[in-house]
């Protein structure tokens, strides 16, 4: 079936509102995205489905699959509507319960449902502390899109961009728009998404080629993933309104390797897309064709920048090159071509159905909009959250993420990924936009958010980054590849304990020739987790230099651990959990640990009841 | 007479692969993907093959199995443990994870086991961050690990083998 013009997406529209609205059924939405797999949500799925079907309850209940709502932490979860119970934390044997309960008869099941902080049972997700502070103008409609059903997204006012756009916009109209609403890049370097629409419509060259950034390889983030798997048609809309304002008819969307539920529901959304008419020749009965491939990436970071994307799509390895003529004027086979990321692309649709004077209302004076951050690492409630521009570090972390995880200390929050930096406490007040966060010695980067506490080192992750980037770095300039290799080399020796004073300065040094002597980006911001740690936590360098100390215990050559001989009541927990038997003793007699064997992992340190396991 | 010397090594299924894109050149990066998944790693025989189907230098065919983390060029073993490096598992413990894997069953990231039957590989992120750290057994996600309940998982596996 293919919808033709706006009065027939309208007229289908209606029509599956009213059929929702007539409809008796319950639904049971469960949140079943890469994370909520690895959380066993496909067990609960078939729990379900065999107590449907055992209950014969197939006229009482309806079952949607939907991708990541955001709250990790607490999967995997179930919703119940119209009521909007909320069931987290679910074991397959809840399952029963929940249906007898909650389905057949109306009651709520105290055990199941989410206790804040205060020991209170919530009931409905939208009144947990996650949730409130947040702003989900993206995210929001996931729980009601089931990714591999274009109805769902079409019920959700889906497409009407679109078709607005081709209805009553001029290509240039459609640039202004997007000018005006302030939107900004947000694949990490924040450039004005309308300008670089407008630069690409002007370059004079044909074809043009429009492609969607979703290689996302800034480690511990998944921003674009719970997009794409969750709802996939709102990037192909964003792609398919750019296309026409910037006169372009072909698509790529080139998607890191690693997500495979992605790739899964982007070919599913493509593919219906097309059935209706959204991509193909005359979208919207309007002389307009447009049509999206999508491309898998090989599993290389740097090809997240975009020289080195084209270099891939085009079958090349993904080396970048210099940017002397910018890519929206030769990009892809030479021709023009406007890359944006995931994020920004779904921004697009929300621009356009809110007008730019609605949607340019939110964030601050330079960075309108939302933003969407993984608030991951050392943090109570981690997952995926969608926040107005402006708001501080500080609201983040506390109020949204509940604070630190197993009553620890807050350290430092890592922001911007290989190429941002670590800021400590004192700038837990910084607003999050694009400028105060580079200014501060970080970025806002793509949305990775690494809380770390007073068990993370920040030696340990400077040298982290700079093993990631070594491995990553194409090799292609000197400062670059050898820089560093020598960072790295440096780290290393801190961390083992054999670092020098001057080893500092040599850090700051070598920063400073890759800054200035590389070709992308990733080289010239490569050194910023290493500038950022020696500022902000210099002391720390300065335990393991001077006084050959790891003060978060995690430098191996730092730690050692013991067993308190007074303390050890030889129950032999440790000696079980130790995975390399490096624990000898006698039932019931202190326990000893040969540390030569030892790989520090902290097993037992974790493990025992007594706390008679010491590291130093 | 140089064609036929490949024609045996499953061709039939490369050439597939081959239609399936066309033929086309610059989609080289997703044909070899399928071979990938194909065979688990890209043999020889079958790179000299699409090399000289697709008038391609095998050296710049090496260099881009070279260049991406996705390709192997060594058969993998019969189970995969792929443990995640990612920021988020980092902080959480990730390498000492790896690192009492490659203890525990003498194997080192990359490599696999003499006996051929485990292959332990790292990754730089698998999206799943808030459940670090996070390991894939055999397709199977697992959040929220720790050394001695993996110990437990891969000898289950391992041991189902010897069966
Ligand atoms: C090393 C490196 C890696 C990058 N990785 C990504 C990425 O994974 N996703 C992304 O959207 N942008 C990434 N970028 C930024 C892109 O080059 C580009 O600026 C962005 O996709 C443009 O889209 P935007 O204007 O919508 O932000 C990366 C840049 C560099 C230098
Ligand atoms: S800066 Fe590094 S990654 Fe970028 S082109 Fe140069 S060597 Fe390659
Ligand atoms: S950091 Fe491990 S899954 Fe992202």
Redesign the pocket.
């Given at each position: 079936m293919k919808i033709k013009n706006s009065s027939e997406l309208k007229n289908y529209y209606e029509n599956l509102i009213i059929k929702t609205s007539k409809r008796e059924k319950r639904t049971i939405v469960l949140s079943m995205g890469t994370c909520g797999i690895a959380r066993g949500a496909s067990d609960i799925l078939n729990s379900i489905k065999k107590e449907v079907r055992k209950r014969k309850l197939h006229n009482r209940v309806e079952i949607r699959v939907t991708g990541c709502h955001g709250f990790c932490e607490v999967e995997p979860f179930l919703i119940i509507y119209p009521q909007g119970i909320f069931y987290c934390k679910l074991q397959p044997a809840d399952v029963r319960q929940i249906l007898m309960e909650s389905i057949e008869k109306n009651n709520i099941i105290e055990r199941l449902l989410y206790t804040d902080e205060k020991g209170k049972k919530i009931i409905k997700e939208t009144d947990i502390p996650f949730y409130k502070k947040q702003m989900r103008l993206l995210l929001g409609s996931n729980r009601f899109i089931d990714p591999a059903n274009i109805d769902d997204y079409i019920a959700q006012g889906g497409y009407q961009s679109l078709s607005y756009v081709l209805g009553n916009m001029q290509p240039e109209e459609v640039i202004e728009e997007i000018k005006k609403s302030g939107l900004r890049?947000?694949?990490?370097?924040g450039?004005p998404?309308g300008r670089?629409w407008e630069l690409c419509r002007r370059a004079p060259e044909f074809p043009k080629y429009v492609i969607c950034?979703a290689?996302?390889?800034?480690p511990g983030a998944y921003m674009d993933r719970g997009l794409l798997e969750a709802n996939p048609h709102s990037i192909i809309e964003g792609m398919i309104i750019g296309a026409y304002a910037i006169g372009s008819n072909y698509g790529y969307v080139y998607v890191r390797n690693e997500y495979p539920l992605a790739i899964h529901h982007l070919n599913i959304a493509l593919q219906q897309a097309r059935d209706y008419g959204f991509l193909g020749d005359d979208i919207m009965g309007k002389d307009f064709y447009f049509d999206i491939e999508m491309v898998k990436g090989g599993g290389a970071?740097?090809c997240?920048?975009?020289t080195a994307l084209i270099a891939s799509i085009e079958g090349k390895p993904g080396e970048p090159r210099a940017k002397y003529i910018h890519t929206v004027e030769a990009g892809l086979y030479g021709k023009p071509t406007n890359?944006?990321?995931?994020e920004?692309w779904a921004n697009v649709p929300l621009v356009i159905k809110n007008g730019w004077q609605r949607y340019s209302k939110i964030g601050t004076e330079t960075s309108k909009g939302t933003k969407i951050f993984s608030l991951v690492g050392k943090i109570k409630n981690s997952g995926l959250i969608e926040v107005p521009m402006g708001i501080t570090l500080k609201q983040i972390v506390f109020d949204i993420g509940g604070g630190i995880a197993n009553s620890k200390r807050f350290k430092a929050i890592q922001t911007g990924g290989p190429s941002g930096g670590c800021l400590p406490e004192a700038h837990l007040d910084l607003p999050v936009d694009f400028d105060s966060l580079s200014e501060a010695g970080s970025m806002m980067g793509?949305g990775g958010m690494i809380v770390m506490d007073e068990d993370t080192c920040m030696v340990d992750v400077a040298r982290y980054f700079v093993n990631f980037l070594k491995e990553e770095s194409c090799g292609k300039c000197v400062p670059c590849r050898e820089g560093l290799s020598a960072m790295f080399e440096i780290l290393t020796r801190i961390t083992e304990g054999n670092g020098k004073h001057e080893d500092m300065d040599l850090l700051e040094e070598i920063s400073f020739a890759m800054k200035n002597g590389s070709l992308?980006?990733?080289g010239t911001t490569a050194s910023n987790p290493v500038f950022s740690t020696l500022k902000y936590f210099r002391d720390e360098y300065i335990a393991h230099i001077e006084k050959k100390r790891c003060p978060a215990g995690v430098c191996k050559n730092l730690v050692h651990y013991e067993i308190m001989s007074d303390a050890c009541r030889g129950c032999g927990a440790c000696l079980k959990i130790c995975p390399v038997s490096a624990i000898q003793g006698e039932k019931k007699k202190p326990h000893s640990i040969d540390d030569t064997k030892c790989i520090r992992c902290g097993e037992c340190f974790e493990v025992c009841k007594f706390s008679a396991v010491r590291r130093k | 007479m140089r064609e036929k010397e490949y024609l045996f090594n499953n061709a039939n299924k490369i050439d597939e692969i081959l239609v399936k894109h066309g033929m086309n050149r610059s989609r080289i990066v997703a044909i070899m993907q399928d071979i990938q998944n194909e065979f688990g790693y890209l043999p020889e025989k079958n790179l000299k093959y699409i090399s000289m189907k697709l008038q391609t230098p095998l050296s710049q065919i090496y260099s881009i199995a070279t260049f991406y983390r996705a390709f192997s060029l060594k058969p993998r073993g019969k189970h995969l443990v792929t443990v995640c490096l990612g920021t988020a598992c980092h902080v959480r413990g990730g390498a000492r994870i790896v690192e009492s894997i490659q203890k525990m069953f003498d194997v080192k990231p990359g490599e696999k086991t003499k006996d051929g039957l485990l292959s332990l590989e790292t990754v730089n992120c698998l999206g799943a961050c808030a459940l670090g750290p996070v390991v894939v057994v055999d397709g199977k996600y697992h959040g929220h690990i720790t050394i001695s309940r993996l110990e437990r998982i891969v000898k289950g596996i391992l041991n189902e083998n010897k069966k």
């Open positions: 890049g947000r694949g990490g370097g450039f998404t670089k950034n290689d996302e390889g800034d970071f740097v997240g920048e975009s890359i944006n990321n995931v920004t793509s992308c980006a990733l | -």
